[in-house]
T-cell receptor, first 111, second 109 residues
């Protein structure tokens, strides 16, 4: 099992560009999450999903969009990249139990 | 909203015990967690405690929960250089998990 995979590992964007961060899981978990981690800070929840077809905003959703058409995939879309979105992005999953499983992260720089 | 606070930095000598503290505000928390993050990696669950427990021990790790004061601590016995990492406290209520800012543990050989 691959667990939680994220692509790409690194990306540099110019201001105003758009991109999609991919997250995939093969554990059949219903819950999926997107977090951002700024330097020296904890994780802030961007969006989450409790199952296919259902998404909801977290603490810092502005500038992002998500979709959840399948259980396996939970892509995060940045439409108009801004320097404030420079961060490390982590995807995570959870089943009915309490443990969250994290992907390795995507390091995004917006110049 | 929910808030989870931790001190930013802790330095200990190899072989000593480390104690990392955390305070939280959400009284409806069901689970409280400790995660470890090594450089360039995602978070890995170390241990957790259910909110109706006071203490949990797991090998070198001891978690203490004071629900009245909303205070959580993680004690690492016989701290090793491999324990150097950032440790995140987190609390879960309903469908969300709120993370603290992380405590960077430095182990001096």
């Amino acid at each position: 099992n691959a667990g939680v995979t994220q692509t790409p590992k690194f990306r540099i964007l110019k201001i105003g560009q758009s991109m999609t961060l991919q997250c995939a899981q093969d554990m059949n978990h219903n819950y999926m999450y997107w977090y951002r981690q700024d330097p020296g800070m904890g994780l802030k929840l961007i969006y989450y999903s409790v199952g296919a077809g259902i998404t909801d905003k977290g603490e810092v959703p502005n500038g992002y969009n998500v979709s959840r058409s399948t259980t396996e995939d939970f892509p995060l879309r940045l439409e108009l990249a801004a320097p404030s979105q420079t961060s490390v992005y982590f995807c995570a999953t959870k089943d009915r139990a309490h443990e969250q499983f994290f992907g390795p992260g995507t390091r995004l720089t917006v110049l | 909203g929910e808030d989870v606070e931790q001190s930013l930095f802790l330095s200990v000598r190899e072989g000593d015990s480390s104690v990392i503290n955390c305070t939280y505000t959400d009284s409806s928390s069901t689970y409280l967690y400790w995660y470890k993050q090594e450089p360039g990696a995602g978070l890995q669950l170390l241990t957790y405690i259910f909110s109706n427990m006071d203490m949990k021990q797991d090998q070198r790790l001891t978690v203490l929960l004071n629900k009245k004061d909303k205070h959580l601590s993680l004690r690492i016995a016989d701290t090793q250089t491999g324990d150097s990492a950032i440790y995140f406290c987190a609390e879960a209520s309903y469908q969300k998990v709120t993370f603290g800012t992380g405590t960077k543990l430095q182990v001096i050989p």
